[in-house]
């Protein structure tokens, strides 16, 4: 009986297993087979030159300023945008939770509204206002007699305009995960505060973020593993540039692969990005651990 | 279950069974071309076609239209699976990179027989582009080159009255210009730092072929492109060309607003700058061949454009080179000109007044007569848009010194060229 309901239970896991086994396995297994050779453009057309070098694309990657360069940008990135997208969407949150807030949903309406909207309708919207003659963010700064900004074309600042950018675009989505974890906290803790005389803060500290802890594990791998492939933003507002400045690792990986198609190197990118973002994610969860 | 899946097999079998024969099917004598080409010459295509169709009764011609951002990917993936059309329209630069896929067919056999392609009909330099080892893999659809926009008043104001003709002429009347503006926010050029052609073409006018070993090497250190490239980046030391793209969001606005008086690019611009360039601004411009490395004038310039190629697996090579030979009749080049501006790459189109009239177009048919092809190789467009790009940027900005970036240009374009090196070892 157990032998028969085991067999049962493999057949209908079967389609599920194999699709994963032919769409993922198999292309993740041949990805890192050609991330050991130097398959380029010279072998699509004559598979005779592609060379097994073993691990040199990894060897080579180590010594590439420019793999560098795009692992700090996108560091730089992944560590100034994250908690900055999530304290954000947490106060947004907080604040179409409150009771005092009248027509939330046009509030959480217009705040999902950039989720959705085409990424490169809003880069475009984006340059304009980050335009260094006739922008309105260099209008902005001028009422504090701040000189104008080259946003997008000054290498320190293209990724802050970069930052700022994406956390505008997609701090809605998180925002959304939130108000649901706030809905789920009982009301009564918050009277049983009340009945002790605790203010405002001490119940943010004590009872919300306590309780939207397993929200917030969610929510920040998502947020860090979307981060860790940024890739659109700067694709479209600098190309990467100015100097490489906005460069993104998952850029450049397209670019050596698509544009290059130096398919080995850039799959042996791909594996690196991988295990980064695995270690990260570990990271997290131990610390999440510890923490309880 | 066992009867109900062999039920399931036999329509399967019938279903698989109907479509091998209705691919087999050929519709009486008619022979369907499949063409490729891309953005708006695919649609403008289209309009000609119905001529070549009533022409050659039994020829049919698929136009499918790539866009050309994602033109690259799609035809290589085509190469890699087998599903190539029979005729492409191909930017020129790329025809090394699809040689070297060993996708092309080589064209010689076929101009020898035909009456109507010869080489001595096109522009030396556009037809050599399509030239690798003595072996013709395109022939020339339209061209394209880079040569000098600028405005004729401010020139006047700055005691010119004829365009630079030297290098020399070019950063004295740069200076200038700049004189003009007493410290106001304008300049004289715009060299974009995101862009490697004008590095590139001026290191051509200069002498430099730019690749080394039978293109295994990088020869940027030489003399003569070292020569040509601090002669440009001096530009931005001297403040004479904006440093950055950002600033200029608006090329056409940022020109006739006298932002910058100089600027080098290609024919697709005429159109906008027409537009932008209105009232009484509308004879303040004009276009110019590119000055000269000493006495050379006009300067030599970039051999681009777009060729016609026949994919090596095309079963019906005979009806696809009627075809080509159709779009390169003159008449119908001039068509295709009047429809979307492309420029012909017959010489005797140039004799049909839309163009022989056209006071923007004199300096371009002067400029064909001086363009030469980047080298042929397949990593040409890699070394160009990555590499010569990133070290003029770092220059022009100060970060590394000439002489750095370009013994650290050399070490990347080895780099990318090693495979290339160990092929041809292999091969002797």
């Known amino acids: 009986m157990k032998n028969f309901s085991t067999r049962a239970a493999y057949f209908f896991l079967a389609p599920a297993l194999s699709a994963i086994f032919i769409f993922f396995f198999i292309p993740v297994i041949a990805a890192f087979i050609i991330s050991l050779t130097d398959f380029d453009i010279y072998a699509l057309g004559d598979y005779s030159t592609v060379r097994f070098i073993g691990l040199s694309n990894y060897l080579e990657l180590f010594d590439d300023p420019l793999f560098w360069t795009a692992l700090k940008n996108t560091f730089y990135y992944v560590i100034a945008a994250s908690p900055l997208s999530i304290a954000v969407s947490l106060g947004a949150a907080i604040l179409l939770n409150s009771k005092l807030i009248k027509l939330k949903g046009i509030f959480r309406l217009s705040y999902f509204i950039p989720v959705v909207t085409t990424l490169v309708a809003v880069a475009i919207v984006w340059r304009f206002i980050y335009h260094p003659r006739f922008g309105i963010m260099n209008y902005f700064l001028s009422w504090f007699d701040i000189n104008p900004v080259d946003w997008l074309g000054d290498p320190v600042w293209a990724m802050p305009a970069i930052i700022l950018m994406s956390v505008w675009k997609n701090f809605g989505y998180n925002m959304i995960i939130f108000i649901a974890g706030l809905q789920n906290i009982p009301e009564d803790l918050y009277e049983a505060a009340d009945m002790e005389g605790a203010n405002g803060l001490q119940k943010f500290r004590s009872i919300t973020l306590p309780m939207l802890a397993p929200t917030t594990l969610f929510v920040s791998i998502i947020t860090m593993i979307g981060f860790f492939q940024l890739f659109a933003e700067p694709y479209i507002m600098t190309q990467g540039g100015p100097l490489n400045s906005t460069l993104s690792i998952v850029q450049y990986m397209y670019q050596e692969g698509f544009r290059w198609w130096n398919m080995g190197y850039s799959a042996s990118i791909a594996f690196v990005l991988f295990f980064i973002i695995f270690i990260g994610t570990l990271i997290q969860f131990k610390l999440q651990k510890s923490t309880r | ?428």
């Open chain 2, 1 to 428: 279950m066992n009867k109900k899946m062999n039920y399931i097999s036999k329509i399967l079998m019938v279903v698989i069974l109907m479509t091998v024969l209705s691919c087999n099917k050929e519709e009486g004598n008619v022979t369907t071309i499949k063409f490729w080409a891309m953005g708006s010459e695919a649609e403008v295509v289209t309009k000609l076609i119905p001529e070549f169709e009533k022409e050659n009764p039994g020829i049919k011609v698929l136009v499918q239209q790539m866009p050309w951002t994602a033109a690259q990917e799609k035809l290589i993936t085509a190469v890699a699976s087998d599903n190539t059309p029979d005729l492409c329209q191909l930017g020129n630069t790329w025809i090394p990179q699809f040689s070297s896929l060993k996708a092309l067919t080589s064209l010689n056999e076929w101009i020898n027989k035909s009456a109507s392609i010869k080489k001595e009909n096109y522009f030396e330099g556009i037809w050599e582009t399509n030239v690798i080892d003595d072996k013709v893999y395109g022939i020339p659809w339209y061209t394209d080159t880079r040569l000098m926009f600028y405005r004729k008043d401010v020139f006047e104001k700055a005691g010119y009255n004829h365009p630079p003709k030297t290098w020399e002429e070019l950063l004295d009347l740069s200076r200038k210009i700049k004189a003009l503006y007493k410290g106001e926010d304008k300049y004289a050029i715009y060299l974009p730092t995101n862009e490697w052609a004008p590095f590139v073409i001026f290191g051509l006018q200069a002498g430099s072929d730019l690749l080394k070993d039978k293109g295994t090497k990088g020869n940027f250190s030489g003399k003569e492109f070292k020569e040509a490239f601090s002669f440009l980046v001096n530009f931005h030391k001297e403040k004479l060309a904006p440093i950055g793209i950002s600033q200029v969001t608006n090329v056409y606005q940022a020109f006739s607003d006298e932002y910058f008086s100089m600027y080098i690019s290609g024919p697709w611009n005429i159109p906008e700058f027409k537009k932008w360039m209105k009232g009484n601004l509308a004879d303040k411009w004009s276009t110019t061949p590119l000055p000269g490395y000493k006495e050379n004038y006009p300067g030599v310039s970039l051999a681009a454009g777009s060729s016609l190629i026949i994919f090596n697996n095309s079963e019906h090579k005979k009806e696809t080179w009627r075809l080509i030979e159709f779009l390169s009749r003159s008449d119908v080049q001039i068509e295709f000109y009047k429809l979307l501006n492309d420029l012909p790459a017959i010489k005797e189109a140039w004799n049909d007044p839309v163009l022989k009239d056209d006071p923007y177009m004199k300096a371009f048919y002067e400029q064909f007569f001086h363009v030469v092809a980047t080298p042929k190789v397949p990593e040409w467009e890699q070394i160009a848009f990555s590499k010569i790009q990133q070290y003029a940027e770092l220059a022009a900005r100060g970060v590394l010194s000439v002489d750095e970036a370009l013994q650290r240009l050399d070490a990347d374009v080895d780099r990318i060229l090693e495979k290339r090196r160990w092929i041809i070892s292999k091969n002797k």
